[in-house]
């Protein structure tokens, strides 16, 4: 009796130690000082100089060229498309160094397990490495926002899956705790409402590009929005409505995550062969992805979305390694024939840098089932945005390895990811999902009515 006493005890101070939140007020005050940016990454440099010290990220596009809400002064060399193709303000870059499998070694320290793996597997893998771009900006909003959450969030529930006293910033700027550093990645912030058109697909062993998936998306962040109704309450939601292939046209998605995942992330789906709205539970952890026919989670949207609880999450520190960054090129102004290798996305058009990285890793809990055994997630520092990820299958072999496109909107500004890259090492086969180098990228636009993510909307818009 006393051992389940004890053992109840013991079990109680664990969970407790989700609620335990909140930095002092003289920890808040060092936010935008002399050592920390606004959002908590190091101001300074590294030793070396490769990595600069952050000076506030950009504002406005090259030339001159920058939106405030409209267009106002056009970039000279480049006509800006209605939906959102933005200019690479970093365009006359040259890279410092390639890294190959010859010169491997050399950069050992800077690559994490997957992308050596990726070396090892295609002996032609290249990755061209520019000057470290701290591109990323913030509005005031961000800024106040961030410094008020950071005294009143905490993280609690079943597996530390509910955010609370948290709106419109960063809840965890110095964060603590394993879930502190997943929560800060979860409400990442990239605007309030933004749509686009995408392509996703699939390279099979064979080499072959198949289209798995091409449509609209819509992404709203109530949290990010204090007028918001939902404010509080929903923290993003998704819908994509899925135009090709033929098979699949039609097809609906309403996603809608939470703050407090307690009762999980309701997600609809509107199928036309079926011609009814319904709930979709599988739209969450270990969930197929239809969007790239499988080949991805659904949890590994983003690099990792939806609730954390089935993983116990350890910070293991912050590392200085090759990221992908930055990537205007090949988020906005490639095409598919120049993109998409038989074996890997073709080196040329990508970019990386080097970056400073929070190392996160996620270890399945005992009980809990999952593709995953472990997974180990790359944050950077400016974002809090996981920018690469490694997943291990349960015998601890690396399964699949995960990259994120990802650009800094100068306009508005705000970081974004335009789509991620996953590689499985098991089946051969990699996936872009939500590809915009060609589609005319995305834009920012005005909330939208209630009525637009009820499920009853999706069977109106999906019948053909």
Known sequence: MIRKIILVFALSLA?????????????????GGDKLTVIGAEKAGNRDGSIPAYTGGITKGADGWYYEGKLKVPFSAYKARSIGDRPDPFKDDKALFTITSANLKQYDSFLT?????????????????????????????VIDGTRKSALTAKVSGNGGNVLSGSSCGFPFPIPKSGLELVWNHLVRWVGT??????????????????????????????????????????????????????????EGLIWILKQDKTGGDPAWQYLPGQRRVKRAPEIAFDGPNTSVAGAATYDESYIYN????????????KKEIVVPYNQYKLAYHSTENSVFGPKFINPAETRWEKHRVWVLEGKLK????????????????????????????????????????????????????????????????????????DTGGMGYIDRLKPQFWSPQSLSGAGIR
């Open 306 to 317: 939806g609730s954390p609880e089935r993983f116990d999450w350890k910070i293991l520190g």
């Open 366 to 437: 005992p009980g809990f089932r999952h593709i995953y055994s472990r997974r180990i997630l790359f944050l950077d520092e400016d974002s809090w945005y996981a920018v690469l990820a490694d997943s291990y299958d349960h015998k601890n072999k690396i399964y699949r390895v995960t990259q994120c496109v990802f650009v800094h909107n100068y306009d508005y500004p705000a970081p974004f990811t335009c789509g991620y890259i996953g590689y499985d090492l098991i089946a051969g086969i990699y996936y872009y999902n939500a590809y915009t180098g």
């Open 193 to 250: 409402t933004e749509r686009g058109t995408y392509k996703s697909f699939v390279v099979n062993a064979a080499g072959r590009r198949v289209m798995a998936s091409s449509g609209e998306f819509t992404l709203e962040y109530p949290y990010w929005d204090k007028s918001h109704p939902e404010a509080g309450k929903d923290l993003c939601r998704i819908r994509d409505r899925v135009i090709q292939p033929a098979n699949r046209n039609g």
């Open 15 to 31: 969970l407790s130690s989700y609620a335990v939140a909140a930095i002092s007020p003289a920890e808040v005050n060092q936010l």
């Open 113 to 141: 397990e997957g992308t050596k793996e990726l070396f090892k597997r295609f002996p032609d893998y290249k990755m061209n490495v520019y000057p470290t771009r701290r591109s990323c900006s913030y509005g005031q909003d």
